[in-house]
Each structure stands twice: as C-alpha cells, then as structure tokens.
C-alpha cells in the first residue's frame, strides 16, 4: 500500500480521490474498491441521514458500513475550542467489502460521508476507491453570508445552496436577514415589520419562522450551523418606518428584544445569534443591553461585526459578546474571542478572476490553522447595489468559485501571505501556480457535474499569459498613442523608446490583472506603484490549431454590486478610454442598457459586467492571433473606486467553457 500526502493524484482524473475538494490531510491508496451496487449493512449510532442515503441497506448484508465514536483524544486529529461547533475530523477506511469511519462527534461522521459522496460521484456511483483518509480541517468555521435584507434570494435557492456548498464541507451560513430595505425575517409581534408598504426592494419578500426552523434543520442534516442577524441599530430604515421609532428608543430596545426571543425560537439550533451593530453609530450601553438579553433571557452566545462605530470591542467594555466578525481593513482580531475574517472577503466587490487567486492564495488573517481567537473565515455577499433577480446575484457575485476557494482554504489551512502582502496576481511558475491550477482542475470538474445548473462565470485561467508594458506618462491624454501601439515588430518586442526613456515589459498570468487594485495599496497590485495620467499595454498571441468561432469574455471596470457607477459611455469599454485589437481590427464594446442614465443603488445593475452579458462573438484565424489592449488610467468620472484592471480570455461562443486547445504566448512559442 502507498502511502503519500495530496496532491501526487496524477492530474488526467482517472483516479476518484482525485477529485476530492477540499483536499484531504492524508491518503493512503491500495486500489481494492468497495462494491456500491449491492446492499450494506450499516452500522452508525450518530443516525446520519447523509451517511445512510449513500447506500441501499440490508441487516443481512455481508458488506458492512460501520462507524466507531471515539474520544477526540484517541481520534488525535488537531482541534481546537470553539462553542457551538464540533470536532469534525474522521477517520475513513474503505476495504472491499468494509468501509470504517472513525471519528469523535456526528459532525465527523458527516464530513466522511461528504467524502464518500465525492468518491462515488467521480465513478458514477458504482463504487468507493479502496483508500484510508485521515482528515480534519484547519479551521474550524468555513462559511458563506447573503444579505438578503437588501436583495431577497428565494427559500428554494438558499436550500439548493446549503445542500451544493455542503458536499463540500461549507458549514457556516450567516443570514443577513435586516436592512435598510426590508425586514425579512417573520415577526408575528409585529407583522407591520414584514408589510410591503416598509420595504423598498422586493416588496412583500420575507421568510416565515416556520421556513428558518425548517432550513436550520435542513442544514444541521449535512452538518452547517446558521447563524442569523438581526442587524441593530444601524441598517434599520425599514424597521423605523414599520414601527415609528428607532431601534435605540426605548420603545426599539424593547420591540428588539421580543424580535431576539422569535429568532431564537426559530432557529432553536443556532448556537449564535448575530446583531450586527457594525455602522450607524452606537454605545458600549446599547450593544450590552441586547447581548445580556442574549445571554441571560435566551441562553445563547452572540455575534458582532468588528469594528463598530462609536465603540471599542473587547471582553472588558462587551462582557456579553462571543465571537466578532472582522470586516474592513480596521478589523483586529479581539484578545480572548474568537474572531471569523471576513475582511477582504467582501465578494460584492471582486471581479470574477484576480480576486479569486488573491483569496486562495492568501492564509486566513495571517495564520496557518485557527485557535481559539480564530474562528475561520466567510465570503459575504452584499448588494447596496440592486440585480435584476437572484440568479444575477450569485452569478455576477461568482458565489460558487468565491465560497469554495475559500472554503478549501480554510480546510487546508496555510498560503504564504495574507492578501495585503500577497495580492490577487498568480505567480508565473512555482507551488502557489501550481497549488491554484489543481483547486481550478477540481472546481472546472464540479462546475461541470454537481454544480452544472448552477450560474458559474468562472473557467480556466491559468494557461493565460501576458506582457504588460511600465506604464507611459499621457499627460491626462487617454487617446494618446505609444509605441506599442504602432509597432509593427512580431512578435512585439519586451520593450519601448520613448522620449529618451527606456520602457520595459514584465509578464503577467491569468484571464484578469489588476494593475491597481480596488482598495489602492492596501491590496497590491501589478505595479507597486501607480499614478494617473499613465498608460500601459498589455499583449498576448493565441495559437489556434485551426480557424474558429469563438467567444470572448472582456472587461475593464468591473462593477462592484455595492457602487453607484456610471456605465460607460456609448462606443466605450469603461470611463477611462481602454481599448483592445485582434489582428489589428478593434474590438468594439456592446450597447450598454444603463448608458446616460442616472444612476442610484436601486438602478438595476445590468450589462455592465461581463457576466451578465453574451461573451463577445470572435474569430481565430488558423495559427497565431494577436491580442493587444491599451490600458490608460485617468480619472474616471462617475467612478468612485476607480480600479485599473482588465479581463479578456477566450471561451467556447456560449461561454460556459475556456476555449480548448489553444496556446496563449505573448512571444509565440
């Protein structure tokens, strides 16, 4: 039997274990498989519905599925303290006729049958690959947020979703269930909370208590805790205009805590409850009014965002509070508390590459694997912005790609840099490359199997290369030409003269680059420095092994779902005048839906970005096909983060896949 450490699998997938995401610790391969097409006998004290719904059971099978509970002790895969959520390392054993799960707690038991169910999906359930895993996570709370405050994803959706991102052991989801612009959450104390008269975007949407009970133990069956928010005092519009006065009012501290006693009878399994308190401005006083109650009335544990407003956090001035959630570059992590990174995991403002490569690469707020004062980490979607319709959210959000890159990672623990010194760029060669293609290998496969209705804007990126030229001083001139623009050199040569200046050229990976990133410096990016009034290029050739339509996803502004930015301007790719060539002809933007008009938070978001777009129809000529794009960065107007980036790589004419078969070289070779 060999015994080896992920990832040697070899990467044709021929192998099941191959697929498994996350990755597991240890695996240990004797190629002897477990038969599923026959009855089992199954032998599991914890009564795991997802274990058994894995297999057909017969008490006279000779096959046997069995689970040991063990101490955490005797089980010794690493743990650490955190309430309200147990030790889910496990044991798996999978012989010809045995599989053994060993683990601690019915969470274990769970995250070995979502390890099963991967290995018998990659055979098509014909049967378990004979291998022994030992397996635990990093950290200890991996999970995703929507603020459907603002904009309401469907009871339906949030199923489908807890039960996709539960295979891959996701087990965090925080509702956002108050806003400005809706209370969504069922109060039958008070049912004018819920009316369509007090909410400004979809108007009447809400969840009944009988549906949050009913999805927390929907969740609980595939090991996910929730975690739901009512958000106070800020971020109450819609509560003010229901009731007739403020959360802070003595009235609101009141009418708050009745609400805090329905939520709790409504998630009787939720072992936190999350009150926000993050913007608007509050007092020490107000924050330990409400979390007391928590405490002492509820008997449960409580959440805040951190920083908040107006007061500073630790176990001396909140005495009441559990655990923080960081947000901001100003979140710290709190002495004595555990803490849940949510700082740059704002993913309302990432773009659907760059961003995605910062996060897998980078470790969870400078730490290897989580204590007691480091929950994990969440991805949180947030939309001040309005979409269209839930599915714009959590395509133009890249809910899947986002969640599970950040979920793996915090499976897996490490990455070498923490993002504000490890930005989103990926690195030409080495183990980060080479660790980032083998999660994109896994995620493409489940994009195209489990996750294969579900909207996926991602595809592969990691064949793309690039040279991005020193940027070019144009004087505020965005239409002003340099040499790489008139060059007729081919391939185009590494650098350029210019008024007695020499400008290089340094390559670059992936379908997007960020020359300046959304938050400036906090976030490096291709340059480590950046001034306006410049202008880069940026080239790659394309090899095609023969003539073909194909499509192109483009984009030079991503627009975040939580700014009011204009749309660009007739005949423009984004406000600031980039261009982009293909062989020589200019590739020309679509008709933008939201062009010349007004924009506010409740204009919807619509073509702006490309993935709520048709990818660019495009033709490849048999051989080498040129791409150039012209990169000038000026003032944007009507632009508040004015980000320097582009996207541009080739797709099949629909989209859904990266085009195969092709080389990109920005020197031909």
């Avoid at 081919?490 to 050229?505: A, I, N, R, V, W």
Wanted: with cysteine; glycine share 8%.
């Amino acid at each position: 039997m060999a015994t080896f450490a992920c990832p040697v699998f070899g990467q044709d997938g021929t192998e099941p274990a191959a697929w498994l995401l996350p990755k597991p610790k240890e695996i240990a391969v004797s190629g002897q498989a477990f038969s599923l097409k026959r009855s089992v006998r199954l032998n599991d004290p914890t009564g795991s519905t997802l274990l058994a719904s894995l297999f057909k059971t017969k008490k006279s099978a000779k096959a046997t599925v069995t689970v040991r509970l063990v101490s955490d002790d005797e089980l010794g895969t690493f743990d650490y303290a955190l309430p309200g959520f147990e030790n889910e390392g496990y044991r798996l054993s999978i012989a010809p006729n045995a599989v053994t799960i060993t683990a601690g707690t019915r969470t274990g038991v769970i995250r070995a049958a979502q390890t099963l169910m991967q290995l018998a999906a990659a055979t098509d359930g014909a049967r378990l690959p004979g291998v022994t895993i030992t397996d635990y996570p990093a950290f200890k709370l991996r999970g995703f947020m929507h603020d459907v405050g603002r904009s309401f994803i469907s009871f339906e959706e949030l199923k489908r979703e807890i039960d996709l991102l539960a295979r891959f052991k996701v087990n965090a989801f925080h509702w956002h269930l108050t806003d400005n612009q809706a209370f969504r959450f069922e109060s039958k104390a008070f049912p004018q909370l819920n009316e369509a008269a007090y909410t400004t975007r979809f108007a009447g949407s809400y969840y009944t208590q009988t549906q949050c009970t009913e999805l927390g133990a929907y969740a609980a069956e595939r090991g996910m805790v929730i975690i739901p928010e009512i958000d106070m005092p800020g971020h109450s519009r819609a509560f003010t205009a229901a009731m007739g006065y403020p959360m802070s009012s003595p009235q609101g501290r009141a009418a708050l805590k009745t609400l805090l006693a329905e939520l709790a009878t409504a998630f009787p399994r939720a072992p936190y409850l999350h009150i926000g308190a993050d913007e608007a401005g509050t007092t020490a006083e107000f924050i330990n009014e409400m979390t007391a109650y928590i405490h002492q009335s509820l008997g449960r544990r409580c959440v805040v965002w951190n920083p908040i407003s107006g007061v500073s956090i630790s176990t001396a001035t909140l005495p009441h509070i559990d655990m923080t959630e960081m947000w901001s570059t100003a979140g710290r992590k709190i002495d004595g508390l555990p803490n849940i990174d949510c700082r740059y995991n704002y993913v309302n403002h990432f773009d659907v590459f760059a961003d995605l490569v910062g996060i897998y690469r980078s470790n969870i707020y400078y730490f290897q694997q989580g204590s007691p004062e480091l929950a994990g980490a969440i991805s949180a979607v947030w939309n001040d912005r309005k979409l269209p319709a839930e599915r714009d959210i959590i395509y133009q959000n890249n809910l899947y790609a986002n969640v599970l890159a950040t979920a793996e990672r915090g499976w897996m623990g490490g990455g070498q840099q923490y993002i504000e010194a490890g930005g989103t760029a990926l690195p030409l060669s080495g183990s980060e490359l080479e660790e980032f293609r083998d999660w994109e290998r896994r995620f493409l496969h489940y994009k195209d199997t489990w996750l294969r209705h579900e909207p996926i804007p991602y595809v592969r990126q990691t064949d793309v290369r690039w040279r991005i030229t020193a940027p070019f001083p144009n004087g505020g001139d965005a239409s002003a030409v340099f040499p790489p623009e008139t060059a007729t050199a081919d391939p185009l040569p590494h650098s350029y003269d210019f008024d007695g200046e020499t400008y290089g050229s340094t390559e670059a990976v992936g379908a997007a680059v960020y020359l300046r990133h959304t938050w400036g410096t906090v976030v490096p990016g291709f340059y480590e420095a950046t001034a306006l009034n410049t202008t880069a290029y940026a080239w790659t050739y394309v090899y095609s092994p023969k003539a073909q339509e194909a499509g192109a996803l483009i984009e030079f502004q991503n627009y975040s779902r939580s700014e009011n930015d204009r749309a660009p301007d007739v005949g423009q790719w984004d406000r600031k005048g980039s261009r982009i060539w293909l062989n020589g002809v200019e590739l020309l933007p679509p008709a933008w839906e939201n062009s010349g008009r007004g924009i506010t938070s409740e204009t919807d978001l619509l073509n702006e970005n490309f993935a709520a777009r048709q990818p660019l129809p495009v033709h490849l000529h048999h051989g080498w096909n040129k791409v150039l794009l012209k990169l000038p960065y000026v003032a944007a107007a009507g632009v508040r983060l004015n980000k320097w980036l582009f996207t541009f790589v080739l797709t099949t004419p629909d989209g859904r896949h990266a085009l195969p078969d092709i080389i990109y070289s920005p020197d031909k070779r």
